[in-house]
């Protein structure tokens, strides 16, 4: 067998930084094999005893925190302005379902033709997450932390541009003194990641990435009849009303648009903005983004890192230049900067319509793009006419618009006079190409266990 591995490539530089050995064949399903034989015992545990276990590791990682916060700005180019703070949402994520987990898995008591009657949730057994690169503590956090609470074990199969990452936070569970097994790394080639999905012990799959893999992981798990829960990719509608305070909603959306370089799924991508305040409330937002620094992601007062692969580079220029090409205008950024690494400016697009590359293609960098909408109705209209569903948002200080846009807007989360986000205390996923399942909250720990059905006589 031909030794395969994983390089992580700095994407400030271009220049690789190091190799990781990939597992293969029965190496593949003896990793498996560990967090299976951990199930057993683990789940047999209470919740008070896993939730300790989740706790010291919620330590462990405000302890690593700038080791991580270091590792992911060298392997994907997040600032560590950034990457600080998501360590520590990750700990918070351990600490709420810590918490929380044993009275959203609380037996449910239903009324029925029986003496007793209640629904118990009990985990499902070896889980596999298949995460992506650009939240790298995070997104493996968002799903560790509800299916460990459940009872289940965990395979974790990171990005291949992560490694160092993905085994730093395997690492932390040994630290914290979590048994061994409970969860496990998977480095492995995407090649291999469909042997993962079809061993017999694995019991349901988490995935997180492009809407494209996403319909490989989904059709693979589903020939095999195990659950999945998808979170895919988005091109996020944010409007802009004329009565909004825009001061505030400009800050907020550039907000949106440029964390991690724009890498995000929740990001505002389409930017609908009422006619009487279009061209007002685009002037706010290229003064924000022209005074955005790039820079190198080690640096705590860079904004903007790079992008995390040349590919990906490449391909947001191909959509800016493709937009342009159908009628955009660019009015900051939209040049490949003359410097060694994979970075791309702020830009901004004016005048995009429905059927640009940048309206119907999901854009995955620092790329705004603008348009102008005469009222509710347009907006909404606009907002809608995409294949994506995951995140949205309105601005406006009026009560009933602002309803009306939660009743109608779809996708799976709506932000009103805010930032979409994520948070531990609220379900998260999309519809239509976005995926379906949901993952945190009460919903997401609940994806991954049995609701037995018990009747008593």
Same mark, same amino acid.
């Given at each position: 067998?031909?030794?395969?591995?994983?390089?992580?490539?700095?994407?400030?530089?271009?220049?690789?930084?190091?190799?990781?050995?990939?597992?293969?064949?029965?190496?593949?399903?003896?990793?498996? $094999?560990?967090?299976?034989?951990?199930?057993?015992? &683990?789940?047999?545990?209470?919740?008070?005893?896993?939730?300790?276990?989740?706790?010291?590791?919620? #330590?462990?990682?405000?302890?690593?925190?700038?080791?991580?916060?270091?590792?992911?700005?060298?392997?994907?180019?997040?600032?560590?302005?950034? =990457? /600080?703070?998501?360590?520590?949402?990750? #700990?918070?994520?351990? +600490?709420?379902?810590? +918490?929380?987990?044993?009275?959203?898995?609380?037996?449910? %008591?239903?009324?029925?033709?029986?003496? !007793?009657?209640?629904?118990?949730?009990?985990?499902?057994? @070896?889980?596999?997450?298949?995460?992506? &690169?650009?939240?790298?503590? %995070?997104?493996?956090?968002?799903?560790?932390?509800?299916?460990?609470?459940?009872?289940?074990?965990?395979?974790?199969?990171?990005?291949?541009?992560?490694?160092?990452?993905?085994?730093?936070?395997?690492?932390?569970?040994?630290?914290? *003194?979590?048994? #061994?097994?409970?969860?496990?790394?998977?480095?492995?080639?995407?090649?291999?990641?469909?042997?993962?999905?079809?061993?017999?012990?694995?019991?349901?799959?988490?995935?997180?990435?492009?809407?494209?893999?996403?319909?490989?992981?989904?059709?693979?798990?589903?020939?095999?009849?195990?659950?999945?829960?998808?979170?895919? /990719? $988005?091109?996020?509608?944010?409007?802009?009303?004329?009565?909004?305070?825009?001061?505030?909603?400009?800050?907020?959306?550039?907000?949106?648009?440029?964390?991690?370089? $724009?890498?995000?799924?929740? #990001?505002?991508?389409?930017?609908?903005?009422?006619?009487?305040?279009?061209?007002?409330?685009?002037?706010?937002?290229?003064?924000?983004?022209?005074?955005?620094?790039?820079?190198?992601?080690?640096?705590?007062?860079?904004?903007?890192?790079?992008?995390?692969?040349?590919?990906?580079?490449?391909?947001?220029?191909?959509?800016?230049?493709?937009?342009?090409?159908?009628?955009?205008?660019?009015?900051? =950024?939209? !040049?490949?900067?003359?410097?060694? *690494?994979?970075?791309?400016?702020?830009?901004?697009?004016?005048?995009?319509?429905?059927?640009?590359?940048?309206?119907?293609?999901?854009?995955?960098?620092?790329?705004?793009?603008?348009?102008?909408?005469?009222?509710?109705?347009?907006?909404?209209?606009?907002?809608?006419? @995409?294949?994506?569903?995951?995140?949205?948002?309105? %601005?406006?200080?009026?009560?009933?618009?602002?309803?009306?846009?939660?009743?109608?807007?779809?996708?799976?989360?709506?932000?009103?006079?805010?930032?979409?986000?994520?948070?531990?205390?609220?379900?998260? =996923?999309?519809?239509?190409?976005? $995926?379906?399942?949901?993952?945190?909250?009460?919903?997401?720990?609940?994806?991954?266990?049995?609701?037995?059905?018990? &009747?008593?006589?």
């Amino acid at each position: 067998m031909t030794t395969a591995m994983l390089t992580s490539t700095n994407p400030f530089t271009g220049e690789k930084i190091s190799e990781h050995l990939a597992l293969q064949g029965e190496q593949i399903s003896a990793q498996i $094999g560990i967090a299976a034989a951990a199930f057993p015992a &683990w789940s047999s545990k209470s919740f008070a005893e896993r939730g300790k276990v989740l706790h010291a590791v919620a #330590a462990q990682l405000r302890k690593n925190k700038g080791r991580l916060a270091e590792l992911m700005a060298l392997e994907m180019g997040k600032p560590v302005k950034e =990457g /600080g703070p998501e360590v520590e949402k990750a #700990a918070t994520c351990c +600490e709420y379902y810590a +918490e929380h987990a044993s009275k959203h898995l609380a037996d449910e %008591w239903i009324a029925s033709d029986a003496s !007793e009657s209640y629904v118990k949730y009990q985990p499902l057994g @070896t889980l596999l997450g298949i995460l992506p &690169w650009n939240a790298p503590a %995070w997104l493996a956090f968002r799903y560790l932390a509800p299916a460990l609470m459940a009872g289940n074990t965990c395979v974790m199969k990171h990005d291949p541009n992560v490694p160092a990452t993905a085994q730093a936070l395997a690492d932390l569970f040994k630290e914290a *003194g979590a048994p #061994a097994g409970v969860v496990v790394n998977l480095p492995l080639r995407t090649e291999h990641v469909e042997q993962a999905i079809r061993d017999p012990r694995i019991m349901a799959v988490s995935f997180t990435g492009s809407s494209a893999a996403g319909r490989k992981v989904a059709a693979t798990a589903a020939s095999e009849l195990k659950p999945a829960v998808l979170e895919l /990719g $988005g091109s996020d509608p944010c409007i802009v009303l004329a009565d909004a305070d825009l001061e505030r909603a400009a800050d907020v959306v550039v907000l949106s648009r440029i964390i991690n370089a $724009g890498q995000s799924c929740i #990001a505002a991508k389409r930017i609908l903005i009422e006619a009487k305040v279009y061209e007002e409330f685009t002037t706010l937002l290229k003064v924000r983004l022209a005074k955005l620094r790039m820079g190198n992601p080690l640096d705590s007062t860079t904004d903007i890192g790079p992008i995390a692969r040349k590919d990906l580079r490449d391909n947001l220029h191909r959509q800016v230049q493709q937009s342009l090409e159908q009628g955009a205008k660019c009015l900051l =950024g939209g !040049e490949i900067p003359d410097a060694p *690494g994979y970075h791309y400016p702020p830009t901004l697009l004016a005048d995009v319509q429905p059927g640009m590359c940048a309206f119907e293609e999901e854009t995955f960098g620092p790329v705004m793009a603008v348009m102008p909408i005469e009222n509710i109705d347009e907006a909404l209209a606009v907002a809608n006419n @995409t294949n994506y569903g995951l995140g949205s948002s309105i %601005w406006t200080a009026s009560t009933s618009k602002s309803l009306r846009a939660v009743h109608e807007l779809q996708a799976g989360q709506v932000a009103v006079n805010g930032i979409v986000k994520t948070d531990p205390r609220l379900p998260s =996923g999309g519809i239509k190409q976005s $995926g379906y399942g949901r993952e945190l909250g009460p919903h997401g720990i609940r994806e991954f266990v049995n609701a037995k059905q018990v &009747w008593i006589k």
